[in-house]
């Protein structure tokens, strides 16, 4: 059974820094990339970063620079560390997982965990 389990969300003041962790069990294999998205209220779910098995990462704009996206092939995990947090960047974060098989492309999701940006 694949589970994706997030952790490290919480509130923080503009300006501040959060690490979001995220533990994948139940595959290991034919993975093509792992990643982070986010959805705020009333708007949909969009990327915020990605990394592939050979360590390429994309980074929404509104993120660049400020968020890295990273890896541990030997803990099967993937972590998002986020400074200089903005009141924009509040939602529920999920991680990600695309696995392909035979050419056919698989996409497992976390529960989500709550980034809120306030003072």
């Known amino acids: 059974q694949v589970q994706l389990v997030e952790s490290g969300g919480g509130l923080v003041q503009p300006g501040g820094s959060l690490r979001l962790s995220c533990a994948v069990s139940g595959i290991r294999f034919s993975i093509s990339a792992m990643g982070w998205y986010r959805q705020a209220p009333g708007k949909q779910r969009e990327l915020v970063a990605t990394?592939?098995?050979?360590?390429?990462?994309n980074y929404a704009d509104s993120v660049k620079g400020r968020f890295t996206i990273s890896r541990d092939n030997a803990k099967n995990t993937v972590a998002l560390h986020m400074n200089s947090l903005k009141p924009e960047d509040t939602a529920v974060y999920y991680c990600n997982v695309r696995r392909i098989v035979i050419g056919v492309e698989y996409d497992y999701w976390g529960q989500g965990t709550q980034v809120t940006v306030s003072s």
């Open positions: 990394i592939t098995s050979g360590t390429n990462t």
